[in-house]
């Protein structure tokens, strides 16, 4: 069974990071790209990093750019997304997603491409 684990999440103040953790099993992240999208109450659910199998292509949103960082350790089957300066506006539910679509070549930021996902961490930032 394909699974993905999401681990990290927290409460934080405004200013603090946190360091979230994908770690699959049932499979080898090997020929998946792997995104990270976020869900806040009342919102629709946002892609906010994605990075290529090969860890060389990412895509990040405008929101995150310059504080959060996507990267994956394949030997680890694990991806995580560092996440600094952490804003009030990043509280959410992070979810991770996998895909083999385009052999997981490319860092699509849709979240219709990725077919297999995690149940989600929760990042609260307040103070």
């Known amino acids: 069974q394909l699974q993905l684990v999401e681990s990290g999440g927290g409460l934080v103040q405004p200013g603090e990071s946190l360091r979230l953790s994908c770690a699959a099993s049932g499979f080898t992240l090997d020929n998946y790209a792997i995104g990270w999208f976020r869900q806040a109450p009342g919102k629709e659910r946002e892609v906010v990093s994605c990075?290529?199998?090969?860890?060389?292509?990412?895509n990040d949103a405008d929101s995150v750019k310059g504080r959060f960082t996507i990267s994956r350790d394949n030997a680890k089957n694990t991806v995580y997304l560092q996440m600094n300066s952490l804003k009030p506006e990043d509280t959410a539910v992070y979810y991770c997603?996998?895909?083999?679509?385009?052999?997981?070549?490319?860092?699509?930021?849709?979240?219709?491409?990725?077919?297999?996902w995690g149940q989600g961490t929760q990042v609260t930032v307040s103070s």
């Open positions: 990075i290529s199998s090969s860890g060389v292509i990412t």
């Open positions: 997603a996998a895909t083999s679509r385009f052999g997981g070549k490319l860092a699509a930021p849709i979240p219709a491409l990725y077919n297999v």
